[in-house]
């Protein structure tokens, strides 16, 4: 990764999600963080700013530790947020929360616990952040409009369509 920084000369890093395996971070003190991310990503190419979106992965930690401003402090490379807007001269990029769309993650979590702080009432928060994006990309007179998120929409990969992306994210982007 950290060559092919260098070869492009990249301004910054975009992380999708499912920053710490296999169930986020315990907490803001939680050595992941510096084991998986401040040690790992050492190459000069890499010391650059990171923008992250959170994952399912990530909902099986403490969310609030991945969004806290302490990792920030900790690494000042680090910045992670549920949804977000960045401007980088002629493109935006829009960071979506997708985990909370995904309907299995609360009816069928299986042997899994997630931190939905933050979240509930979950019909609220996915109706306030469409229409939070759905603004925002009407407003925007960037020439290129990027939207950011940790599940895919369509997929012919293993996962396939995401359902939920499809009925409520997608005619936005249409």
């Not at 992941?32 to 959170?54: D, M, R």
Request: negative net charge.
């Amino acid at each position: 990764m950290g060559v092919v920084g260098e070869q492009l000369d990249i301004d910054f890093v975009i992380s999708t999600g499912d920053n710490f395996y296999d169930n986020g971070l315990k907490g803001i003190d939680d050595s992941s963080f510096h084991h998986s991310f401040t040690k790992i990503y050492t190459a000069p190419s890499l010391q650059k700013q990171w923008y992250n979106v959170l994952g399912n992965h990530d909902y099986r930690g403490d969310v609030e530790a991945q969004l806290s401003p302490v990792l920030s402090n900790l690494d000042n490379r680090w910045f992670c947020s549920r949804s977000y807007i960045v401007n980088a001269e002629f493109v935006e990029f829009f960071f979506v929360d997708t985990t909370p769309f995904v309907d299995k993650y609360f009816t069928q979590p299986e042997d899994h616990v997630y931190d939905w702080r933050g979240i509930r009432p979950r019909n609220h928060y996915i109706s306030n952040l469409l229409k939070d994006l759905d603004m925002s990309l009407k407003q925007s007179n960037a020439k290129w409009k990027i939207v950011v998120g940790h599940h895919t929409i369509r997929s012919a990969g293993h996962h396939g369509d995401t359902e939920e992306l499809v009925n409520h994210l997608l005619p936005i982007l249409e």
